[in-house]
């Protein structure tokens, strides 16, 4: 009997928890209502949630990217193998979900899938994100066979032309080949896994493509489309990168001509109870917003993860949180919930 990928891959994930990991989840959870409750920073649990980052380098050059702009202010580098075992060794038993991916193009890490191997051996559920250059046939083979259980590709156009107007230096038939291999792997190795996902960021170069993509996505077998809205830096007085489809959109036009952001800015952030994000380097950073690691709460080369996620530093960025979250400059251009499935 054949079984719907999404159904399937949601009960790959339950297949994941643990007793421990329900009961850190459900403390975590009640500790952020607690917080949000009481404006004060009590956290119970460790996260449910990380993103490991494999590398900086990165083969193309997009617009709106800090890898593909070559504009960090950090250095750049390479994962060493032995700090994300290390890590992970002390998080496997609470840890659910893990994302290989922060900046950068994880197939340019050399023991990439290694590392990913590790992780599903403990039983956690692994994703990354991935521009789909590297996805040759050797790689997807290994790829299927490190037991990653989501692969995000993103593809931004359905044509050349309108996939190169942002991932510039990209190559889509490199990209449509790469999934096309992950495909054939997964029905020779029988595997259910991983679960392909087109991750279409939506600008308004692309936008009359959304239809297209669904095509696209439906022909070549890969399991469901995303369609992600764009960070823009500078988007105060308009940007050609805005979508003109309000949907897909983070900001809103005003009648003066300028844009805002959407959000509301609420005074508080799930991402600070749940989740997390570690550079290649071994920086424990509050989240994807970070992008130069600006707001450092520590080192895992330096400190054990959990006296980090329990040390001052996380509990008064917390506290700024909750007291006012536009004191915090990065939290000023985010939106949560950042994905529309189709």
């Known amino acids: 009997m054949n079984i719907n990928p999404a159904w399937a891959d949601g009960l790959n994930v339950a297949s994941k928890i643990t007793w ?13 209502f607690v917080a949000k409750w009481r404006k004060k920073p009590v956290h119970w649990g460790m996260p449910v949630s990380i993103a490991f980052e494999p590398t900086t380098s990165c083969n193309l050059r997009c617009p709106e990217c800090p890898s593909g702009l070559r504009s960090f202010s950090r250095p750049t580098g390479m994962l060493p193998k032995d700090l994300f075992t290390q890590t992970i060794d002390q998080l496997k038993d609470k840890l659910l979900y893990l994302t290989f991916y922060f900046q950068g193009e994880p197939y340019l890490h050399p023991d990439f ?10 039983k956690i559920y692994t994703a990354t994100s991935t521009n789909g250059h590297f996805l040759t046939d050797a790689a997807a083979r ?65 936008e009359h493509q959304i239809d297209e993509v669904k095509q696209l996505a439906k022909e070549l077998g890969v399991d469901s489309v995303g369609f992600k809205t764009a960070q823009i830096y500078d988007y105060e007085n308009g940007s050609p990168l805005i979508p003109s489809i309000d949907r897909y959109s983070r900001y809103r036009a005003n009648t003066d001509g300028t844009f805002s952001i959407k959000n509301q800015l609420l005074n508080h952030c799930w991402k600070m109870w749940h989740s997390c994000v570690i550079t290649w380097d071994g920086l424990v950073v509050p989240c994807c917003f970070d992008k130069d690691a600006e707001h450092r709460l520590g080192s895992v080369q330096e400190q054990s993860f959990k006296e980090i996620w329990q040390g001052e530093g996380y509990q008064r960025f917390r506290t700024t949180l909750l007291r006012s979250r536009s004191e915090i400059e990065m939290c000023k251009n985010c939106t949560e919930g950042t994905q529309v499935w189709a």
């Open 20 to 32: 421990k990991r329900a009961a850190n989840a459900l403390g975590v959870l009640a500790s952020y």
């Open 113 to 122: 899938l290694e590392m990913v191997r590790y992780a599903s051996a403990q």
């Open 142 to 206: 290994r790829t299927v066979e490190s037991g990653l259980d989501r692969l995000i590709i993103s593809i931004d156009g359905t044509t050349q032309e309108t996939y190169q107007s942002y991932r510039v230096g990209g190559k889509l038939e490199k990209v449509l080949e790469g999934t096309r291999n992950i495909i054939r792997w997964k029905k020779e190795l029988k595997s259910a896994k991983p679960y392909i996902v087109f991750q279409f960021l939506v600008v308004k170069p692309n």
